[in-house]
């Protein structure tokens, strides 16, 4: 697939934050849905993934993952636009909306032949997964056939709170030097790039993004005293936005989102995460105003 090395080598050191849908109740606030997308088009992204776990893709409609899909595709033409899919199908809806590649939700029965499919329709990222959330603990012979594949641009690692296993992957992919280890490590962020990883593809990048793009270009460029503070800061909000129960991240960075004025307080629904209490909102702001603080 010719659009593989140009793609990534477009995403390559860049940001791609994992985008939430914007709720109220069971229907997308498209008022804030549209203030997000033009809010982000503004950032130092290299892209944006829709459809993936932050964005809630298989619990979406057909129509609801369309109308997501074509308010991110107008806000920013000229990225590179990820969508989650779980299926051949999926993946053609991304491609008819306009997405550039698709991040392969983990599948057990048979992984390669999957990803091979996803990719007769667009490039693939792999998604290696903690179990918690869904994830599939690939062994690495059927890695190494993954990554072996032309359509795979690369893998996305997201082990939550696994150093050991991310250490073990990137040692992995060093192997396959043309293929993109990305990171989804939102709780070790800063330590995932100095491990090897040479983009991100994470759900904390929906929020305080430009603290996270300043953060991989500080670590490319060698100002490792700016990469040292601003991943201490980030670290700091993943704490807050990451806390137990870890699925109600969503929700969180919703919060986080309406606590900077991106998008109104009251679009902040979650309609698959946990219930949270009204206290962690409050932590969730004293997190934002924190950070914005020590960047300041």
């Known amino acids: 697939m010719s659009a593989v090395p140009s793609l990534a080598s477009r995403l390559e050191w860049g940001l791609v934050p994992a985008v939430p849908v914007p709720f109220r109740g069971r229907e997308i606030a498209e008022?804030?849905?549209?203030?997000?997308?033009?809010?982000?088009?503004?950032?130092?992204i290299?892209?944006?993934?829709?459809?993936?776990?932050?964005?809630?893709?298989?619990?979406?409609?057909?129509?609801?993952?369309?109308?997501v899909l074509a308010t991110w595709r107008a806000a920013v033409p000229l990225s590179v636009?990820?969508?989650?899919?779980?299926?051949?199908?999926?993946?053609?809806?991304?491609?008819?909306?306009?997405?550039?590649?698709v991040l392969a939700f983990p599948r057990r029965e048979h992984p390669v032949a999957y990803h091979q499919a996803l990719g007769r329709e667009l490039p693939v990222i792999a998604f290696y997964l903690y179990k918690a959330a869904g994830g599939v603990a690939y062994d690495n012979r059927?890695?190494?056939?993954?990554?072996s594949l032309p359509c795979v641009i690369g893998i996305k690692v997201a082990t939550l709170d696994s150093v050991t296993t991310f250490q073990r992957l990137a040692s992995l992919?060093?192997?396959?030097?043309?293929?993109?280890l990305i990171t989804g490590e939102d709780r070790f962020l800063g330590y995932?790039?100095?491990m090897g990883a040479r983009a991100a593809l994470v759900?904390?990048?929906?929020?305080?993004?430009?603290?996270?793009?300043?953060?991989?270009?500080?670590?490319?460029?060698?100002?490792?005293?700016?990469f040292v503070r601003l991943s201490s800061v980030c670290d700091r909000f993943a704490a807050a936005a990451f806390a137990p129960p870890v699925e109600g991240y969503v929700r969180r960075m919703l919060w986080a989102l309406a606590a900077d004025g991106v998008i109104p307080d009251d679009a902040c629904d979650d309609p698959w995460g946990p219930g949270l209490p009204l206290a962690e909102r409050d932590a969730v702001r004293e997190a934002v105003r924190a950070a914005r603080e020590a960047t300041a």
């Open 31 to 44: 008022d804030a849905q549209r203030a997000y997308a033009a809010w982000m088009a503004g950032q130092a």
């Open 46 to 67: 290299a892209g944006v993934a829709v459809w993936a776990h932050t964005g809630r893709g298989p619990y979406l409609t057909g129509e609801q993952r369309r109308r």
């Open 81 to 101: 636009i990820v969508a989650g899919a779980d299926s051949p199908e999926m993946a053609r809806e991304a491609k008819q909306g306009g997405a550039d590649a």
């Open 142 to 147: 059927t890695l190494n056939a993954i990554l």
């Open 173 to 180: 992919s060093q192997l396959y030097r043309d293929k993109l």
């Open 192 to 194: 995932s790039l100095a």
């Open 203 to 226: 759900g904390m990048g929906a929020a305080l993004t430009e603290l996270q793009a300043a953060l991989l270009v500080a670590f490319r460029n060698g100002n490792f005293a700016k």
